[in-house]
């Protein structure tokens, strides 16, 4: 039964994964035809692409692509805040991207199903960095006012889900270790 469980997990995983990386991916692509105000018709024919359902395939697997360039990117931009919060506030450390990791994986020891929710909420969690990251771009390359306040309104609306979802993941975490603490 474990065994099933944790197939089922990998591949629940594997899918927020995908989704973590294509979602924003593609989202940035359009915003920057959108920006150049290019449609995507044109692209697609330009590309050779004469179904217009190859033309949305190859923006998914364009957005995979600008995704997992994203996820670099924005887990680096995160990753050098916490770290540097932690020097600043030495009790933060517990909450950099290393040290939430060695959490997970010491839950992991204790239950495989628990850390696989602590996975999806992980990937959440990457899926709205990864967001951000293309609202700010989006917002710092906006040439067009109604693009600018957009823009920032994505931004705003971003910045409140990636810390939602952050603090869940915490949260979560911290619920898990106090449980199995208190536990023993």
């Known amino acids: 039964m474990r065994e099933e469980a944790g197939g089922l997990a990998v591949s629940l995983i594997s899918l927020y994964d995908l989704l973590t990386r294509v979602i924003p991916g593609s989202i940035a692509l359009i915003a920057l035809l959108w920006s150049r105000q290019v449609p995507l018709s044109s692209v697609a024919k330009e590309l050779g692409f004469e179904d217009p359902l190859a033309a949305y395939v190859a923006l998914l697997a364009s957005g995979f692509v600008v995704g997992i360039l994203l996820t670099a990117i924005a887990a680096a931009v995160v990753e050098i805040m916490l770290q540097t919060l932690a020097r600043l506030v030495p009790t933060t450390v517990r909450y950099t991207n290393a040290s939430t990791w060695r959490r997970i994986d010491a839950i992991d020891r204790r239950s495989a199903q ?71």
């Open 114 to 184: 628990a850390a696989a929710i602590l996975a999806k909420l992980a990937a959440e969690v990457s899926l709205c960095q990864n967001l951000l990251l293309v609202a700010v771009l989006t917002f710092v390359l906006s040439a067009r006012p109604i693009g600018t306040l957009t823009s920032l309104l994505i931004l705003l609306v971003g910045l409140f889900a990636w810390v939602a979802r952050y603090v869940t993941l915490q949260h979560r975490i911290a619920s898990y270790e106090s449980q199995w603490l208190n536990a023993t």
